[in-house]
């Protein structure tokens, strides 16, 4: 077959199949044997971190080998530390009180969409959650990164296998076309779609008929209230809007500074390595950045910032990290108010937190709803408003956003993948961990009306595995012959009433003409819950 398109297709298809052939024997595997295979990937993934970080860079000219390792290591260390206690196996969790049982189903194969920003950390980040689920998965590479993927793919797997992974549980497409994708998405062998890429592609996983899990872009704005240690907001901007040049969705987009500490933010920011732009370089250099389609211009997605004043034609001085640009508004005629995937970075000044949380709602809405956003304040109930009042699912306090909205510097669920929830079409708001490629089968046993209507409002039990009750036959070799806490006496008894009496450890003491059904006879067998009333047991 010699077009490209074509192979590509038939690849999707037969990867798609022999994906949910290995299934059928991943989800019959054990937490241990998952887990082994997982902390093998992220072992051998680990020492590797820097050789797939040049690769990566190399191969696509996004950012840098320093940040990228660190995005690699991230993945092989902090998700796969996250996961590793995470039980996703039988039973996750036991209510007694509700009598529900939560058992865990793997969702099937996962169709996972790779972009060419983050393309090492997120193939690892994607391959160790699906595992870790019990899902198959197909690794989907963006073509301008196919082979650094590829690589990590094949590192991957060879741990895998040694582990005791079934075979074409973990596989990669190596013919790469946009048509290829797409069928592998809409593929029946095909699960669920992780997405992570450009709009378009996302919304070709929402359109697929699949579940899917993508993200949305992020126009992260950051608030520094007049109450903010200012210095530390500045390193965390500058140390957030470089990171890998600012190739992650969640890097600082804009700052809206207040009005009281706006030179001071000024200063810190060009002490820290920003050059404020005068009005007619920011012109130029939104000339170059922003396309007329006010998406990102390819050449400068992931540069210096020496490199991009240089295809704008500005001259700045050596050793600039950040280009920064005052702007009055946000639209269409602010171009730089975009999300601009580079470590360019728009500057606002705002008169109180009132303006500050409109202005960073307006920018979050000019393409990053639902995303992430950022406030650097020491005064908490500041802090607490503008949460309440941002668009985004995403507030990150006194940390760079960057590395803070992945789990890096926050406690947040460490993760590559960013939900932005319904308001950014996304089908959570989440981090995605192990636990959304996951079903949850509940078995419920049941409860009569005053019982259920007792358990109204409130909270459940802890979401852990709670041991079920234990009940022993009296006189059990090893066991304490005890007699519970008795009943009031009854002269009728069912089913339910000698379950609701077991749950709870108490007997039923019958009278004298007491009637028992055969249910409730077969239900008490075997336990010390049915007695006379002078406490012997009853028969």
Same mark, same amino acid.
């Given at each position: 077959?010699?077009?490209?398109?074509?192979?590509?297709?038939?690849?999707?298809?037969?990867?798609?199949?022999?994906?949910?052939?290995?299934?059928?024997?991943?989800?019959?595997?054990?937490?241990?044997?998952?887990?082994?295979?997982?902390?093998?990937? $992220?072992?051998?993934?680990?020492?590797?971190?820097?050789?797939?970080?040049?690769?990566?860079?190399?191969?696509?000219?996004?950012?840098?080998?320093?940040?990228?390792?660190?995005?690699?290591?991230?993945? @092989?260390?902090?998700?796969?530390?996250?996961?590793?206690?995470m039980k996703t196996v039988g039973v996750l969790r036991e209510d007694r009180e509700r009598r529900v049982l939560e058992i865990a189903e793997?969702?099937?194969?996962?169709?996972?969409?790779?972009?060419?920003?983050?393309?090492?950390?997120?193939?690892?980040?994607?391959?160790?959650?699906?595992?870790? /689920?019990?899902?198959? @998965?197909?690794?989907?590479p963006h073509p301008s990164a196919e082979k650094c993927i590829l690589e990590t793919h094949a590192l991957l797997l060879e741990a895998a296998?040694?582990?005791?992974?079934?075979?074409?549980?973990?596989? @990669?497409?190596?013919?790469?076309?946009?048509?290829?994708?797409?069928?592998?998405?809409?593929?029946?062998?095909?699960?669920?779609?992780?997405?992570?890429?450009?709009?378009?592609?996302?919304?070709?996983?929402?359109?697929?008929?699949?579940? /899917?899990?993508?993200?949305?872009?992020?126009?992260?704005?950051?608030?520094?209230? &007049?109450?903010?240690?200012?210095?530390?907001?500045?390193?965390?901007?500058? /140390?957030?809007?470089?990171?890998?040049?600012?190739?992650?969705?969640?890097?600082?987009?804009?700052?809206?500074?207040?009005?009281?500490?706006?030179?001071?933010?000024?200063?810190?920011?060009?002490?820290?390595?920003?050059?404020?732009l005068s009005d007619a370089d920011a012109a130029k250099v939104a000339a170059t950045v922003v396309q007329p389609n006010l998406l990102p211009?390819?050449?400068?997605?992931?540069?210096?910032?020496?490199?991009? $004043?240089?295809?704008?034609?500005?001259?700045?001085?050596?050793?600039?990290?950040?280009?920064?640009?005052?702007?009055?508004?946000?639209?269409?005629?602010?171009?730089?108010?975009?999300?601009?995937?580079?470590?360019?970075?728009?500057?606002?000044?705002?008169?109180?937190?009132?303006?500050?949380?409109?202005? @960073?709602?307006?920018?979050?809405?000019?393409?990053?709803?639902?995303?992430?956003?950022?406030?650097?304040?020491?005064?908490?109930?500041?802090?607490?408003?503008?949460?309440?009042?941002?668009?985004?699912?995403?507030?990150?306090?006194?940390?760079?956003?960057?590395?803070?909205?992945?789990?890096?510097?926050?406690?947040?669920?460490?993760?590559?993948?960013?939900?932005?929830?319904?308001?950014?079409?996304?089908?959570?708001?989440?981090?995605?961990?192990?636990?959304?490629?996951?079903?949850?089968?509940?078995?419920?046993?049941?409860?009569?009306?005053?019982?259920?209507?007792?358990?109204?409002?409130?909270?459940?039990?802890?979401?852990?595995?709670?041991?079920?009750?234990?009940?022993?036959?009296?006189?059990?070799?090893?066991?304490?012959?005890?007699?519970?806490?008795?009943?009031?006496?009854?002269?009728?008894?069912?089913?339910?009433?000698?379950?609701?009496?077991?749950?709870?450890? &108490?007997?039923?003491?019958?009278?004298? &003409? /007491?009637?028992?059904?055969?249910?409730?006879?077969?239900?008490?067998?075997?336990?010390?819950?049915?007695?006379?009333?002078?406490?012997?047991?009853?028969?």
């Amino acid at each position: 077959m010699t077009d490209r398109d074509l192979r590509s297709v038939q690849q999707a298809r037969d990867l798609a199949v022999r994906a949910r052939e290995a299934q059928a024997s991943l989800a019959t595997f054990s937490q241990e044997q998952v887990d082994a295979i997982v902390a093998a990937m $992220a072992a051998a993934a680990r020492p590797q971190a820097e050789r797939l970080a040049r690769l990566a860079h190399e191969e696509t000219g996004y950012g840098n080998v320093a940040d990228k390792t660190r995005k690699n290591l991230f993945a @092989c260390e902090d998700v796969a530390a996250f996961i590793a206690p995470m039980k996703t196996v039988g039973v996750l969790r036991e209510d007694r009180e509700r009598r529900v049982l939560e058992i865990a189903e793997p969702m099937g194969p996962v169709a996972a969409v790779i972009p060419s920003t983050n393309p090492t950390s997120t193939a690892i980040y994607k391959a160790l959650v699906s595992i870790k /689920a019990r899902d198959a @998965c197909v690794l989907s590479p963006h073509p301008s990164a196919e082979k650094c993927i590829l690589e990590t793919h094949a590192l991957l797997l060879e741990a895998a296998r040694r582990a005791g992974l079934p075979e074409h549980a973990l596989s @990669c497409m190596t013919d790469v076309t946009l048509e290829g994708t797409q069928e592998l998405m809409k593929h029946r062998g095909i699960a669920v779609i992780l997405a992570t890429g450009g709009i378009g592609l996302v919304r070709a996983a929402y359109s697929s008929g699949k579940p /899917a899990y993508g993200v949305g872009p992020g126009n992260v704005p950051v608030y520094v209230d &007049r109450s903010a240690d200012v210095a530390q907001a500045a390193r965390d901007v500058v /140390a957030g809007k470089t990171f890998d040049f600012g190739t992650l969705c969640s890097s600082e987009q804009a700052v809206v500074c207040d009005q009281p500490i706006a030179d001071a933010m000024l200063a810190a920011l060009q002490q820290g390595g920003a050059h404020l732009l005068s009005d007619a370089d920011a012109a130029k250099v939104a000339a170059t950045v922003v396309q007329p389609n006010l998406l990102p211009n390819p050449k400068i997605v992931g540069k210096p910032a020496t490199h991009i $004043a240089s295809l704008a034609g500005v001259t700045v001085p050596e050793g600039t990290k950040v280009l920064l640009a005052r702007l009055s508004g946000v639209g269409r005629d602010h171009p730089l108010s975009i999300e601009k995937l580079s470590p360019v970075l728009a500057f606002y000044v705002v008169s109180g937190l009132d303006e500050g949380i409109e202005r @960073c709602r307006q920018l979050l809405r000019f393409g990053g709803t639902g995303h992430t956003c950022g406030i650097h304040a020491k005064d908490e109930a500041a802090v607490r408003r503008f949460g309440e009042a941002q668009p985004a699912f995403r507030v990150v306090v006194n940390t760079q956003t960057s590395m803070g909205a992945t789990g890096y510097a926050t406690a947040l669920s460490p993760s590559m993948s960013l939900g932005c929830g319904a308001w950014a079409g996304n089908a959570t708001s989440d981090n995605v961990t192990p636990l959304h490629l996951l079903h949850l089968k509940r078995v419920v046993w049941g409860l009569p009306r005053e019982e259920r209507q007792a358990l109204y409002g409130r909270p459940p039990a802890p979401a852990s595995v709670v041991p079920p009750p234990v009940c022993v036959p009296a006189g059990t070799p090893g066991t304490p012959a005890t007699t519970p806490e008795p009943d009031e006496a009854v002269d009728f008894v069912a089913e339910d009433d000698v379950r609701q009496a077991l749950r709870r450890g &108490r007997t039923l003491r019958l009278l004298e &003409r /007491a009637i028992v059904t055969p249910a409730a006879r077969d239900a008490a067998a075997g336990h010390r819950v049915l007695l006379r009333l002078d406490g012997e047991p009853w028969a």
